[in-house]
Nanobody, 121 residues
Framework: QVHLVESGGGSVQAGGSLRLSCAASGSFFSISAMDWFRQAPGKQRELVATIMRDGDTIYADSVKGRFTITRDNAKNTVYLQMNSLRPEDTAVYCC???????????????WGQGTQVTVSS
């Protein structure tokens, strides 16, 4: 079984910073892409950032220059450093990982449970 566990959410004032972490555990062979998504109340889920195993990254336009996604392959962990936070960044943030589990025939998506980020003005 594979689990993704996020940590690091909380409340911060506008202009502040938070760092989210998401660690994968369980029996698996490899992790490919790792992503951070967010969903604000009444809005659709949004892809925030993606990092490939080789370190290539993709960011949503709304967070470019403010958020940085990194990963530690040895720890099976992805991070999201969020700086210059704005009230519109308030959402539940979830990580996703494309994982090849032992005995599988294809990559499969696994999701974390989500962590709340609240930015006050």
């Amino acid at each position: 079984q594979v689990h993704l566990v996020e940590s690091g959410g909380g409340s911060v004032q506008a202009g502040g910073s938070l760092r989210l972490s998401c660690a994968a555990s369980g029996s698996f062979f490899s992790i490919s892409a790792m992503d951070w998504f967010r969903q604000a109340p009444g809005k659709q889920r949004e892809l925030v950032a993606t990092i490939m195993r080789d370190g290539d990254t993709i960011y949503a336009d709304s967070v470019k220059g403010r958020f940085t996604i990194t990963r530690d392959n040895a720890k099976n962990t992805v991070y999201l450093q969020m700086n210059s936070l704005r009230p519109e960044d308030t959402a539940v943030y979830c990580c996703k990982a494309d994982i090849w589990i032992l005995g599988a025939t294809a990559w499969r998506d696994y999701w974390g449970q989500g962590t709340q980020v609240t930015v006050s003005s």
